[in-house]
């Protein structure tokens, strides 16, 4: 067993495992991908979210995961731990594809792990491990390992992209892995690719992690009128584009679509700071508009901190907007922050947003109004389950989903 991929925590205390909700338990999917490459006997996966630090169970070469809610501090940390122990680190992953600098000593692959993993390998196995390496920018997909069963991570759902590639809002390409390993090229993936992949999938559930299925309608309504027929149930994202269409939507709704997330684009950081009754009431029907095809309605929000607001009006607004789940990635300084849970959060405090959002009362107050709009199947196998998955990982000061 001469390769381990390891996912670091942002925290190396003693902590109760596992951490955060299972919900949002699963393995990198870089490493699922990789493992493609690679024989059960040749790799093991550690995951400190679900298991303490074990050496016998590691290989001599340790891929090492630099996503960016962990600090980067704690990923020098653990690669020093590890070379003590006669392991050879490679660092990989958005965060270290960003900023290659902050290597140091340590190997490091800039890019796409997938891209250049035969490479790597090759020299891993002939003993002259390089200092850096350079993937290749046009876009890969191999399909993630959905068969490893990695003890704790028992999920009971996919993960699969139909087109790879950067389609985000502009303020978000400097954090995108997509945009960090692609730039600005784009690969889609053909319908016979796609459907010879689903039909493999034992779960019914489907998170697809295209960035944008409104950027390009046709060819979304040419796989999703394929698809249908293996009753898959779908996550799925989208720009605001997708709200002036509604026949697209109707359409979503009728081949399975359960939720969809809308891109920052939505409801932008300076909307946030200036909502009034005017914006509200357009950014509600859209949420509404969404949910009528009995589709639940995430909001993903870019806020970049401005200095003294109170936050009690902007989640009222948040409110009578109705969507049933957000996630807000704050910025300090163009940067990404991540600010610390604590019990006595203020309305001054950007967090407050997020207590107050996941708070038992206001979940059980959009509980008690979706079956009527989207049904009871999706409200209590969706909506439910995931509330409470997102205050539970909020509530333990787990930095994602943010």
């Not at 992949?197 to 009128?225: A, C, G, M, W």
Request: glycine residues 4%; hydrophobic residues 40%; neutral net charge.
């Amino acid at each position: 067993m001469p390769f381990s991929f390891f996912f670091p925590f942002v925290s190396s205390q003693e902590f109760s495992l596992p951490r955060g909700a299972r919900y949002f338990l699963y393995p990198n999917l870089e490493f699922q991908m990789v493992a493609n490459f690679l024989s059960p006997q040749e790799f093991s996966y550690f995951d400190e979210r679900i298991e303490r630090f074990e050496e016998e169970r590691l290989g001599e070469f340790v891929f090492l995961y630099t996503p960016f809610f962990v600090p980067f501090e704690r990923i020098r940390e653990i690669a020093h731990q590890l070379e003590g122990k006669g392991k050879r680190v490679i660092l990989f992953g958005p965060l270290i594809s960003k900023k290659p600098e902050m290597a140091g000593e340590f190997s490091h692959i800039r890019g796409s792990l997938l891209n250049i993993f035969p490479e790597v390998k090759e020299d891993c196995l002939a003993g002259r491990l390089g200092e850096r390496y350079d993937a290749d920018f046009n876009p890969i997909y191999l399909p993630p390992r959905w068969d490893l069963r990695i003890p704790g991570m028992e999920a009971n759902f996919h993960f699969i992209n139909f087109i790879l590639g950067c389609r985000c809002p502009e303020e978000m390409r400097p954090f995108c892995s997509q945009a960090i390993y692609y730039r600005d090229r784009v690969k889609k993936r053909g319908k016979e690719e796609i459907l010879g992949e689903v039909v493999t999938l034992p779960y019914k559930r489907i998170f697809l992690l295209d960035d944008d299925i409104s950027s390009d309608r046709n060819y979304y309504y040419d796989i999703f009128s394929s698809l249908w027929q293996f009753r898959k149930e779908w996550v799925v994202n989208a720009s605001k584009a997708c709200l002036k269409e509604i026949d697209f939507l109707r359409f979503l709704g009728k081949v399975g679509v359960r939720i969809l997330y809308l891109r920052e684009d939505f409801l932008t950081s300076e909307e946030i700071y200036s909502l009034n009754q005017e914006l509200v009431k357009e950014k509600r029907w859209g949420v509404k508009r969404i949910q009528s095809e009995r589709i639940l309605v995430g909001i993903r929000i870019a806020l970049f901190l401005k200095p003294d607001v109170d936050y009690e009006p902007i989640f009222r607004h948040l409110v009578e907007i109705d969507p049933d789940f957000i996630e807000i990635l704050f910025f300090q300084d163009s940067e990404i922050f991540y600010p610390v849970y604590h019990p006595l959060l203020t309305p001054k405090e950007p967090l407050w947003l997020k207590a107050s959002f996941y708070s038992v009362r206001a979940i059980v107050s959009r509980l008690l109004k979706r079956p009527r709009r989207v049904g009871l199947y999706t409200t209590l196998f969706y909506s439910l389950p995931l509330n409470l998955s997102y205050r539970q990982n909020f509530l333990e000061g787990i930095p994602y989903p943010p």
